[in-house]
């Protein structure tokens, strides 16, 4: 659900901060084009999240990768770590890059900020790509929920994330701290809202593995919000799509790039059906 463990990667640094609801929000920028806003998972960073995906996406693509609230080079503060505030922070930051609108590419955590993006913040999202994330808690797995209550910061001794918190975090020694802080705010009942996701309008490219962790029947039911569910050669199929990938987990999905990047690049450049 908070989505971790993807490999880490090694990537050159090329960014700046930005100041965003009280925060130093880092972020990065690479290539020139359409902009895209990458929004990677619980614990991670850009480079622990979107190696090999920012050198594809930005030979076409402005690519504006950020590490949110508590991650990475971005300092943590005394506010909720939720997707709603992720969402408003992520606004703010267009807003100081004056980029007017943009596609939002969202990992687990970063899926259901991507999400409350275009909710809270339609005139900034064109269109959003979901992979790995639910709109309840009841959309994922009991044996995921359960999973969660027992992540602890001695969970992640020793491990490439503790390393690369206490590499790029500005508090090194808050890790503990810091797991605390996104446990106790992944504790409420955040639900992002079925009525929410049917009212909005940017087009939405849900892609799940076939074990990652979200109950198939809920998968269904987001594509159903966005108008999926029908037959397309007998009327015009929704702008939204759906895509599950045979034996991927919320973990190994993220390994899947040379497959999602390009259904992720056809999605963003098609046309409305009405064009």
């Known amino acids: ?162 390393d690369e918190y206490k590499r790029l975090s500005p508090t090194p020694d808050g890790f503990a701290n810091f797991v605390k802080h996104l446990m106790a705010s992944n504790s409420r009942q955040v639900d992002i809202g079925a009525d929410k996701l049917k009212a909005t309008k940017a087009p939405m490219f849900f892609i799940h593995g076939d074990a990652d962790g979200v109950r198939l029947d809920h998968i269904a039911e987001m594509y159903r919000l966005k108008g999926g569910d029908l037959h397309g050669d007998i009327r015009p199929h929704p702008e939204s799509r759906l895509a599950i990938l045979p034996d991927a987990t919320h973990v190994t999905l993220m390994n899947r790039r040379s497959i999602i990047v390009p259904m992720v690049n056809d999605f963003l450049d098609a046309k409305p059906s009405n064009q």
Not at 27 to 36: A, D, L, M, V
Not at 66 to 81: F, N, S
Not at 102 to 109: F, P, V
């Open 1 to 162: 659900m908070l989505g971790s463990g993807v490999v880490l990667g090694q990537q050159t640094p090329s960014g700046a901060y930005a100041p965003v609801n009280g925060l130093k929000m880092y972020y990065e920028i690479h290539g020139s084009g359409e902009p895209i806003v990458l929004l990677h998972g619980a614990f991670m960073t850009i480079p622990g999240t979107w190696s090999g995906w920012i050198e594809e996406l930005s030979k076409t693509r402005k690519v504006i990768a950020v590490e949110m609230q508590g991650h990475g080079r971005t300092a943590d503060i005394d506010r909720p770590i939720t997707p709603a505030n992720l969402a408003d922070d992520v606004s703010a930051l267009l807003r100081f890059l004056k980029i007017p609108k943009a596609d939002i590419l969202g990992y687990s955590l970063g899926g259901g900020v991507a999400m409350q993006c275009a909710i809270r913040h339609p005139e900034k999202v064109r269109k959003a790509v979901i992979i790995s994330y639910a709109i309840r808690r009841d959309g994922f797995t009991k044996e995921g929920i359960d999973a969660l209550s027992q992540i602890t910061p001695d969970l992640f001794k020793g491990s490439p994330i503790e």
